[in-house]
């Protein structure tokens, strides 16, 4: 199993919690299929595409809320998600899995742990404070 999600301690908000849960299933779901030699590609994709989206969506609320750390955020995402497009186009183009598991088992472990703990934790406590300035602003 590449990640376990449970060996990672909870955000701040819950839907960015089951997000990255179902994230782990769907990477957990991918390196199965490839390691019993089941067709990986529409397991690949289902990753890559939840990632797409996961992101998009993160994008637009941080821009929403003028998230400060936006473009470093971004920029990560974008960095991993051209990794992934440059891995599964390989597995693509070649049959060869190595380099799709390589990226499956080690990178994005790696960098999943690195960016849940530093930049969604952040996001998330900022999302927090900004639910509670707006009910605040309700309450008065």
């Given at each position: 199993m590449t990640i376990d999600f449970r060996d990672y301690r909870p955000l701040a908000l819950a839907q960015m919690n089951r997000e990255h849960e179902e994230f782990a299933n769907l990477l957990n779901e991918a390196e199965q299929a490839l390691l019993m030699g089941r067709a990986?590609?529409?397991?690949?994709r289902?990753?890559?595409?939840?990632?797409?989206?996961h992101f998009a969506q993160e994008e637009r609320d941080m821009e929403y809320l003028r998230f400060p750390a936006l473009a470093s955020h971004r920029h990560e995402h974008q960095r991993i998600l051209q990794q992934f497009?440059?891995?599964?186009?390989g597995y693509e183009?070649?049959?060869d899995m190595t380099a799709v598991l390589e990226f499956l088992m080690d990178v994005i472990p790696d960098w999943?742990?690195?960016h849940m703990n530093d930049y969604d934790r952040a996001l998330s406590q900022f999302l927090v404070q900004?639910?509670?300035k707006q009910d605040q602003k309700r309450a008065h």
């Open positions: 990986g590609l529409p397991y690949l289902r990753v890559y595409e939840h990632c797409q989206q497009a440059d891995a599964l186009a183009n070649s049959g999943f742990g690195r900004q639910e509670q």
